[in-house]
């Protein structure tokens, strides 16, 4: 996905068409950075990130009026194609700065040397459990969500069978062939889940897991957008597909949405979430090294974990707030799942083993 996201992250805001807008101009200085910082007279400031990225037209524009700066967001792909295209480009930057890398991708761009230090205002009321990189504050961490396998309501209820509710209950025969996954190496979603079930079984148990989720008829496609929107049952795309999937990995956001862009909206989301089969996204933006308006960059990275950005969050992106006392609507937690004990596993043991169960992976369910 953004497939990091998501619903990042997410893709679930980019799937529904959803599209991010850039605040109006002002002709105010900015009011943000000193004399001499890079960028101090440019009056636009370039968020670059991934598809899902979306934020309220209000919001952005609140922003140009408390700092006299625009935001051009410029989109590119899911959140690992727009990561890729930084690295490529590192030292000379398409914006300013970048939101979108996760939790699971973190340490490339660490690796990569991509950001600019700095110490956004408002990080002490920032979670400290999100804080990553809290010692060098080479990224602010702004959303989380949890990747979750969803589940058809009306299937499982038509067929009286009761949904999966945990990693191993996927495995078992009453839900063969029922099941579709984002690729690992293609999708965030993907390589979420896949995080998830080392969490669960360990460095040697989760091979042996996905050899008896293969046997069991789980299908791989490259993205979130495919697997949800296309193959997954419980969607509205799906039911127009006439999709024959009724468990995907998606988000614990995911139901709200099918409730949110329904006409007229339902009293039940029409999909349910297996809780016991969820891994912690986080996402971060950082400032890009070589930015050409770092001042401006520094402003906004202010103000995406500000109050008003935090709180249009989770109905425009469908990922939950990381700045304490920001609160999300009702919709959002009513028809949402909560994960208590969410799978995750350490960016530091992330970096140095992802490549490696990637390809393992790899060449066992899609070879």
């Known amino acids: 996905m953004s497939t990091t996201k998501k619903i990042a992250v997410s893709a679930l805001a980019a799937a529904i068409g959803a599209t991010a807008l850039a605040g109006c101009g002002s002709s105010d200085d900015p009011a943000s950075g000193s004399a001499g910082t890079k960028g101090a007279g440019s009056k636009t400031v370039t968020l670059v990130s991934h598809d899902s990225f979306n934020a309220s037209k209000g919001v952005l524009k609140e922003f140009t009026r408390e700092t006299g700066y625009t935001v051009k967001v410029l989109k590119s792909g899911d959140a690992g194609a727009a990561l890729n295209q930084e690295i490529l480009t590192k030292g000379s930057p398409r914006g300013d700065v970048f939101f979108g890398v996760d939790n699971t991708l973190l340490s490339r761009a660490l690796d990569n040397g991509l950001f600019t230090p700095y110490a956004a205002k408002g990080l002490d009321q920032v979670a400290s459990d999100v804080q990553l990189d809290a010692g060098k504050h080479r990224v602010t961490p702004v959303d989380t969500g949890d990747i979750c396998v969803n589940y058809d309501k009306k299937y499982f209820a038509d067929k009286k069978l009761a949904p999966p509710k945990s990693f191993d209950d996927l495995a078992k025969p009453a839900y063969k062939n029922l099941l579709v996954t984002e690729n690992a190496a293609t999708s965030s979603p993907g390589l979420g889940f896949l995080l998830g079930t080392v969490a669960t079984y360990g460095e040697g148990g989760y091979r042996d897991y996905w050899k008896k989720l293969k046997s069991n008829g789980v299908k791989v496609v490259d993205g979130w957008e495919q697997a949800y929107n296309e193959e997954f049952s419980g969607s509205a795309g799906g039911k127009k597909t006439k999709a024959d999937r009724p468990l995907v990995v998606s988000y614990a956001s995911s139901p709200p949405v099918e409730v949110l862009y329904a006409d007229p909206q339902p009293k039940t989301a029409p999909t349910g979430v297996a809780t016991g089969t969820c891994f912690r ?56 799942a909560t994960a208590d004990k969410p799978a995750t596993v350490a960016p530091d043991t992330i970096a140095k083993n992802r490549e490696q169960w990637v390809q393992s992976w790899s060449s066992l369910v899609v070879k």
């Open 281 to 336: 996204q986080i996402e971060f933006a950082g400032l890009l090294d070589g930015a050409k308006n770092e001042a401006g960059g520094k402003a906004l990275l202010d103000f995406l974990i500000g109050k008003k950005f935090q709180e249009d969050m989770p109905l425009n992106m469908f990922v939950s707030p990381v700045t304490k006392g920001a609160q999300v609507p009702e919709l959002f937690t009513k028809f949402g």
